[in-house]
């Protein structure tokens, strides 16, 4: 694959090479079944240019999802493209023009950085002059610069990782698929993969689909989410436009909070609660008087009240208990990895 004629690292930011088209990934009754088994179960599904975070808990069907999506599964029935190739029979034009930074260990620990990352190159067909050249950009970018003829083997976490994102981005990649890209990392560690991974869409103009279990990660980095649930849809699109579906009021109140909780829930509102604190479902401006007036009554007192702004986490907790969950967390659902 010939390599650009621009250097796509330079001070940490990519030159921006715009897409013809919008949509990135485009799905149409996507459906893939094993046997009796459906493991993704009729999709449409539209993700744009940017950052989109794909979720799901385990079994979602995520894996699934992407492998299909780049071509090296077959669906069963449906249709899907990815950067306006037909995942039927353009896979291999897909995987050129895709960057995989993958979960599991990927890398030879008996190789220097360099040579790993001049070698991936090689294998999507670049020229082994310019893999190397452009592998030498590629870990300056991901900030590996000075440590780039150490072997792997030697790396910490956060570098192995890095190693890996300089990997996926070496051809200058149209859409990066990163997968758990922050998982295990120290805390300087995971703030540096974040921002290069938000510095390679907002100044790069380029795509990434990541995929974790780390609300508070992907809320960082992505605009949009695509949420699977069994193989299913369960939500999909901008951020803040799903958290505004389920628009909450905070609550500190002091005594009488258990009866509080349960008056409020009488009168049909929606009631999540935390010791004093209590989030009840916006239903309109008379939700405020609603619940002066319950807390006159119970003897509790308001000690603050404003809207919440919810989280990703929140978000999340909220479409899992319409699907059946009882859950408090993210992790309950990711089994604590």
């Not at 995989?100 to 190159?121: F, K």
């Not at 120290?186 to 921002?195: E, G, I, K, T, V």
């Not at 799903?242 to 509080?260: F, N, P, Q, R, Y």
């Amino acid at each position: 694959m010939a390599a650009p004629e621009r250097g796509i690292f330079k001070g940490r930011s990519l030159c921006v090479r715009i897409m013809v088209r919008d949509l990135i990934i485009e799905s149409t009754a996507l459906t893939k079944s094993y046997g009796p088994h459906v493991a993704l179960d009729s999709l449409d599904i539209e993700i744009r240019q940017g950052a989109t975070g794909l979720l799901g808990p385990n079994g979602a069907g995520k894996s699934t999802f992407l492998k299909t999506m780049l071509g090296l599964i077959q669906l069963t029935s449906g249709e899907g493209k990815v950067l306006g190739f037909n995942i039927r029979n353009q896979g291999d034009q897909i995987r050129r023009r895709i960057g995989y930074m993958p979960e599991y260990e990927a890398l030879n620990p008996g190789m220097e950085a360099i040579h790993q990352v001049r070698y991936s190159g090689e294998l999507i067909g670049m020229n082994p002059n310019i893999a190397l050249q452009r592998a030498h950009q590629a870990l300056e970018y991901v900030g590996l610069g000075e440590q780039r003829y150490r072997q792997v083997s030697t790396f910490s976490t956060g570098m192995k990782q890095a190693t890996k994102l300089a990997c996926a981005l070496i051809h200058d990649p149209a859409l990066i698929i990163a997968d758990e890209p922050s998982n295990g990392l120290d805390a300087l560690s995971r703030n540096f993969m974040l921002s290069t991974l938000q510095t390679t869409v907002k100044n790069g103009g380029r795509s990434v689909l990541m995929a974790s279990h780390l609300m508070e990660d992907v809320e960082s980095v992505c605009d949009n989410i695509v949420l699977l649930h069994k193989g299913k849809l369960a939500a999909q699109g901008k951020i803040e436009d799903l958290k505004a579906i389920d628009k909450e009021v905070e609550i500190h109140v002091w005594g009488a909070a258990s009866k509080m909780e349960e008056a409020l829930t009488d009168i049909g509102m929606k009631v999540r609660r935390e010791g004093r604190t209590m989030r009840i479902g916006h239903n309109g401006d008379e939700t405020y008087n609603h619940i002066l007036q319950t807390a006159a009554k119970v003897g509790s007192q308001v000690r603050r009240m404003h809207d919440h702004e919810a989280s990703l986490e929140d978000l999340f907790l909220v479409i899992m208990e319409r699907l059946g969950h009882d859950v408090k967390s993210s992790e309950d659902l990711f089994g604590g990895v």
